[in-house]
Structure formats: C-alpha cells, structure tokens
C-alpha cells in the first residue's frame, strides 16, 4: 500500500536518527522540538525523517538500471501541496499514476563511447527544461523524454525529436510542453536510418512546480571540485538520491590544475577529465541543475578588468567562457547570451538566485563607494527579485561567501568583504526591507559551514551556508556545535550539502553527507 512520508512517521511514530550532531527528528524528538522553540532555534516541528534508497549505477559500467522496490518508491512521494487565496500552505499528498512500458529508454544498447560525458539536465522551468550531451559519433541523433510516475515508471513519451549537434558534437536543446511538477526521464539515441541502434546513459529531473505550490523541497549543493581528489564517493551518493535539483556554485572544475587550459582545446580536454566520471556524470544525470561559475573555471582568481588587456587574455577568457556554456545544461540569455546570472521559482516555496561573483567585478574599485563585486544590473536584478519575492525561502547562490569575519581564511579582496560599500548596501536592504526567509549559499572556502553574515549587529540575523567542498580539503575536523560565536557548524570534510525545505513548517534542514554517505552535521532552522 502507498503512503506518505507523513503517514509512514504516524504509523511506525519514530524518525530517523541523524549522526554526527543532534537533529529535531519526529515523534522521539518532541523533546529536542520544544527545546529549540523555546531557544528561538524552530518554530514549528519538522518532519525530518530520511528515507533514502539506491538510483544511479557507475558511470563507468551501464549505469541506467530504472527499477526500484513499491515500498522505496512510494516512501520518496512527499506531499504536493498548494498555498490558498491567503498565501498560506497546506499539505495535499498526490496519487502515483498509473505504469506503461519503458519506451526504449532500457532496451536500446547503452554506448558510453559514443556519448562520453553522460548527460544533463537543467535550469528547469515549470514547463520547461534544458537537456544538453555531447556526441562522439557520425549517426543522426535523436533525443526521447519520458514522463514517469513517483516509481520511476513509464507513463508517456512528451519529445522525441531529431537533434542538431553544435561544433564539437554539443547538443542543447530546451524541451518545451511539459508539465508542472513531473517527473521525467530522457536518453539520446543514435540511430542508424530509422532505428534506434545506441543511446547515451538515462538522465532524469523534475519540473518546478506551479507558483500556487507548497510542496516540500529536497535539494543539493556544493562547490570546489579537484581533480586529484575524485572519484568524489560524496556525489555517488547525492546521485542515489531523489533530489528536486542540484546546485553547482562553482570550481566545477579546476582548469589550472596540473597543465593549465589555454586554449579551447586544452579546455575541453579539462572537462572531459572531470565529466568522465569520478562522481559528476553520476549526479549530471540524476536530477536537474543550477549552476555559476568562480575563478577556476578559467585561472585562479582571474581578473576581468586586466585579462581584456592583451589579446591572449581575451583568448583564454574566450575560450574558457564558450567551454563553461558547451559543457552545461544551461539556457542563455538571448539579449546577452553570456550572462550567467539568472533566477528560478520553485512554487511557493523557493526562489534561487543564481548570481555571477566572478565576470563582473572591478577589483580597482574594492575602496570608493562604487565598489562593484557585481554590475549595478545585476545588484538592481537581484534587490527587485528579493523585494518581489513570495516564496518563503529566498537562497541568493554567490561563489564567494558574503559572511564578514574577524579573520579570514583567505585574503578578504576575494571576498564581498573586499567591496564594503556594495555589500554593505545589499545587506542593508534585506534588512530595511524586513525581507524573511532570504539565506546566502556559497562554497570556495574548501570548509563546509553554517553561520552568521556578521558575529553582532544589524547583520546578524542573516545567515549564509558554505556548501561542499565535495572535493578539496579533509582534515578530520567536524564541529557541529562551535565555540565561535559567529559559527553554528563547521565541517573540515568532504561533503556535499543537503537541505530540506518546508514551507508549511517554516524550516529549514540543513545536512552535511559525507564520503561514506554519513550524515556529518544536521541541524534544523527557521526559514
């Protein structure tokens, strides 16, 4: 029999015990609950526990095995609700459809030679999502979508359609007519006249929800992924799971390690390293993603006002910036098809504010008062965005942390901290504009952390989370519960970040998973 999340915690009335740091989880921790409502920590109960079960294989065998047990499957339906004419929400669980035929996704050979870095998808819509591979063959191509039930289940083909491949064998193609809040599955075949003779390996995603919904969100981040580090187990595992999406907040590669990438050739060969394996083809084919970029995509802390000065510099940042939009899932701007900022609802929920920190900034003007760590555009973008918001959660996705900090781990100049007057006039208006639920997600620090933007002060209310790293730094050290005041986790290990966000509730749960899929961390706030 199907039931809920909600249902499944009434009946068995216990939650799952989260390791490595005290949770607020179901009926056994109504103790811990009532402690944090008094401490201001929660204001609401969560409904925390996590029910996890296998997806995605290897990407270096066949990795598209689409079956999974009615009990696994039905645990991962969570409820789909809808906020009312008051903008409030209530929970409303869905019923699974019913179950068809594979339409080929399975039967068609697999050919991870003809399609080597797996597949993507991304910037998903409500009724729409970018899916993007890379094909190494001479056959035609085509690309089949498949809407699929909370099984994973086949229900019906929504594209299918020939694809035209960019220079170098790219394939983008926005799938239009979707519907909210589905499920779908996809592949690319090449065909051999009118059959079907190989296929890429079987990606997934979910659409956004409808503006009305107040469906609870699962979610991934993380950042700083070195190459000597793979094969990054972390994102194996963040595969495995049913996450909504995924977000990518930058060094999703590393261009200058080992030989650095110059050229347009020597770029695509460095994310050809990376998107072989080692854990990203896993997790670009298991949900959709959001990503930006930060230095390392093109050089350690590359400077936008001098690489412009000579013609090898405007090369390489050429060459880089074409690599970082062949190699994603990404839908371009069509009046600036190289900007990289951009914003995605999901429902009542959420609202992800992807920003660019790194192509915009003018490091000459960290001191004056028109210091510009993001254009006047974007900062203009993303204060109306905040203002305009209804969703309960705002996440602003910055590569840099935004936090201000005694001491630094790294020179402030990288930061925002290195540009007061702008990030002085952000934060200021989050705060004068009482806007709730806004919370900064950023990476590049090689730590995961929970904090406060400013230890004291007018600031202090705002938080930010270090996503990752998934791939840099592992010292051992994990300190859920700091003595810094400023600090409310921090985690020296590798680890991609998980959140669970409740719209009902007001919460938000955050969870550092580790190497060995270990919960490392989890603490839970309000939005």
């Known amino acids: 029999m199907a039931i809920s999340r909600r249902e499944f915690l009434v009946i068995t009335g216990a939650a799952a015990a989260g390791a490595g740091c005290a949770a607020i989880e179901g009926p056994e921790g109504d103790a811990a609950v009532d402690g944090a409502r008094e401490a201001g920590v929660l204001d609401a109960a969560a409904d925390d526990a996590t029910i996890d079960a296998s997806g995605l294989g290897d990407a270096t065998e066949e990795p ?8 696994a499957s039905d645990a991962r339906v969570r409820a ?41 998808a991304g910037d998903a819509l409500p009724t729409r999502a970018m899916v993007w591979t890379r094909y190494d063959g001479a056959r035609a191509v085509r690309l089949r979508v498949v ?4 099984r994973g289940l086949a229900l019906k083909i929504v594209h299918d359609a020939d694809v035209a491949l960019a220079a170098g064998g790219f394939a983008h193609v926005d799938v239009t007519g979707l519907e909210a809040s589905k499920r779908y599955r996809y592949a690319f075949f090449e065909k051999n006249g009118a059959n079907l003779v190989g296929r890429s390996r079987i990606g997934k995603f979910r659409t956004a929800p409808t503006a009305s919904s107040c469906s609870v969100i699962e979610f991934g981040g993380t950042s700083c992924n070195i190459l000597g580090h793979a094969p990054w187990p972390n994102l194996q595992h963040a595969a495995a799971e049913e996450l909504d999406f995924f977000i990518h907040c930058g060094d999703h590669i590393y261009a200058d390690g080992g030989v650095d990438a110059e050229t347009l050739a020597e770029y695509r060969a460095k994310y050809e390293q990376y998107w072989r394996g080692g854990g990203l083809n896993d997790l670009h084919a298991s949900t959709g993603l959001f990503c930006t970029w930060d230095d390392h995509e093109v050089k ?32 371009r701007n069509s009046a600036s098809p190289d900007r990289i900022y951009r914003s995605f609802k999901w429902g009542h929920t959420a609202e992800i504010f992807m920003l660019d920190c790194r192509g915009e900034r003018r490091p000459s003007t960290r001191a004056t008062a028109n210091a510009q760590f993001i254009s006047p555009a974007q900062l203009s973008w993303l204060k109306a965005g905040l203002r305009n918001s209804t969703a309960v959660f ?23 901290e290195g540009f007061p007057a702008q990030r002085a006039e952000l934060l200021d208006f989050i705060v004068d504009n009482r806007l709730d639920g806004v919370w900064f997600l950023s990476g590049d620090v090689h730590y995961g952390c929970i904090c406060k933007v400013e ?8 938080r930010e989370v270090y996503m990752g790293p998934s791939g840099s730094g592992d010292d051992g050290v994990v300190d859920c519960s700091p003595a810094n005041p400023q600090d409310l986790a921090r985690i020296d290990r590798k680890n991609y970040t998980k959140f669970r966000a409740d719209p009902i509730a007001k919460t938000l749960e955050i969870s550092f998973i580790g190497d060995a899929n270990n919960v490392l961390c989890r603490k839970v706030f309000p939005a």
């Open 147 to 150: 809407e699929v039930n909370a």
């Open 455 to 462: 230890r004291t002060g007018r600031f202090s209310a705002l």
């Open 300 to 331: 350690n802390n590359w400077n936008a006002e001098t690489i412009d000065n000579t013609a090898a510099g405007r090369a390489q940042l050429a060459a880089a910036t074409r690599t970082f939009f062949e190699h994603r899932a990404f839908r």
């Open 64 to 71: 598209d095995a689409q079956t999974e047990t009615d009990a």
């Open 80 to 120: 789909d609700a809808g906020a009312d004419a008051n903008g409030r929400c209530t929970a409303d669980d869905p019923t699974p459809s019913p179950d068809t035929t594979d339409f080929e996704l399975n039967s068609v050979p697999y050919n991870g030679a003809g399609f080597p870095l797996g597949v993507m």
């Open 394 to 416: 705002k996440f602003v996705v910055t590569s840099k942390p935004i936090t201000g900090r005694v001491a630094m781990d790294l020179t402030r100049d990288d930061y925002w």
